[in-house]
């Protein structure tokens, strides 16, 4: 089995910044992508940005694209979010997903992620 962990969520105020971290245990082969979505409150889950992770090709939402950098470690099994120019409307559960053993996805469809890890809250103030 796999399991994610989020770490580096948080009360920021508008304009600053948080890395979002989520390392991924147990089988940490064949890992295909891995992505952020979000959700905030009454509002459905959605695509943040993900990461091939054989190539590193990267895809952002167009919300955060300029704004949020995806990235990851291959020697840590980690994927990290690096957001910049943080705005109230990023206020969200911030989640890690990942899809293993596939030849192709749609980045930005929830639906293609396996396993996804409990969330972490980011909120900012204005």
């Known amino acids: 089995q796999v399991q994610l962990v989020e770490s580096g969520g948080g009360l920021v105020q508008t304009g600053g910044s948080l890395r979002l971290s989520c390392a991924a245990s147990?089988?940490?082969?064949?890992?295909?992508?891995m992505g952020w979505f979000r959700q905030a409150p009454g509002k459905e889950r959605e695509f943040v940005a993900a990461?091939?992770?054989?190539?590193?090709?990267?895809y952002y939402a167009d919300s955060v694209k300029g704004r949020f950098t995806i990235s990851r470690d291959a020697a840590k099994n980690t994927v990290y979010l690096q957001m910049n120019s943080l705005k109230s409307e990023d206020t969200a559960v911030y989640y890690c997903?990942?899809?293993?053993?596939?030849?192709?996805?749609?980045?930005?469809?929830?639906?293609?992620?396996?396993?996804w890890g409990p969330g972490t809250q980011v909120t900012v103030s204005s």
């Open positions: 997903a990942a899809v293993y053993s596939r030849s192709w996805i749609i980045y930005s469809d929830s639906g293609e992620y396996v396993y």
């Open positions: 147990g089988r940490t082969f064949s890992i295909y992508a």
């Open positions: 990461i091939k992770w054989s190539v590193k090709n990267t």
